[in-house]
């Protein structure tokens, strides 16, 4: 019995050693099979691989058009802030050029409206009435410079019938007002050979005044009386008296004019000299 049990369990562990030496060498083979020919992978792990690689390009491509809307919009702003600077640069020098060409214009005006050396002088008023001073740049021109005197035009012409007349016309200068023209000034005080004769004003030339002027436009030198309106006489109605001539303007400085009258012989002194002074 004994030899029998011990037979039997001889042989169960002979068979267990010949399964396990088996599945050993089994499990052996099938690795060197794998290793020199792999099995290809499962799918699903391959469509794993492939959404993952996707997942990572799409992310990829995502990033990059991030980047580039980023640099865009920078692109864009510094565009936007270049051309608003090249704006505004070029809104200033526009309105320098403006400011040029209207400094340029007001210049151009003023020579235009201004004096020259040699201007023509009207001096008038009716019998009663103020004289009334005129320099033209030439006959046809507006006046450049008209003021109305205090004194009466009766008493300049007996000035001037007993010998030469000075006539100084005077303002203030203020320092703190702008400076403009000695011909623009619009209050003078007079002075006549010397003596006061109150203040003079500058006038705008009204429609009288430019008839006048435009009674005696042909009239290149001399005196007369030009018909009044035929009304009762007063101090604005009546004869008007006039003298005529033409006058050398010399410019002492920026306070300071003076016109001579022309005599037609060239000899002695002139007849009748203004002064504009700023003191």
């Known amino acids: 019995m004994k030899t029998i049990m011990a037979k039997s369990f001889q042989d169960l562990s002979s068979k267990r050693q010949f399964h396990w030496t088996a599945k050993v060498s089994n499990e052996e083979e099938e690795q060197e099979v794998a290793l020199k020919d792999p099995s290809p992978k499962p799918s699903s792990d391959i469509n794993r691989n492939e959404q993952g690689k996707t997942e990572n390009i799409k992310s990829s491509t995502l990033n990059a058009i991030h980047e580039n809307k980023t640099e865009d919009n920078q692109l864009k702003q510094e565009s936007a802030s270049a051309s608003a600077t090249r704006r505004k640069l070029q809104t200033i020098a526009v309105a320098r050029l403006k400011s040029v060409l209207t400094s340029l214009g007001r210049n151009r005006g003023n020579l235009q409206q201004g004096l020259g050396t040699r201007v023509v002088g009207t001096l008038f008023g009716h019998r009663r009435g103020h004289v009334h001073f005129a ?12 003021v109305e005197l205090a004194t009466p ?27 403009t023209r000695l011909t623009d000034e619009p209050i003078w005080r007079t ?23 435009k009674a005696v436009e042909p009239i ?33 400085s920026r306070d300071s004019e003076a016109f001579y009258m022309m005599n037609p012989d ?6 009748l000299s203004v002064y504009l002074l700023r003191v």
């Open 153 to 179: 035009i009766s008493g300049l012409v007996r000035e001037m019938a007993s010998g030469l007349v000075r006539i100084a016309l005077e303002c203030d200068k203020e320092e703190e007002k702008k400076a």
């Open 135 to 146: 320099f033209q740049k030439d006959s046809t021109s507006q006046p450049a410079f008209l």
């Open 220 to 252: 290149s030198m001399g005196a007369g009386v030009l018909p009044g309106n035929g009304g009762e006489e007063s101090a604005d109605s009546g004869e008007i008296m006039y003298m005529r001539a033409k006058f050398e303007r010399v410019i002492g």
């Open 191 to 213: 002075y006549c050979n010397g003596k006061k004769c109150g203040f003079a004003n500058r006038r705008e030339c009204g429609p009288k005044e430019l008839q006048i002027l």
């Open 266 to 271: 060239s000899n002695g002194a002139p007849e």
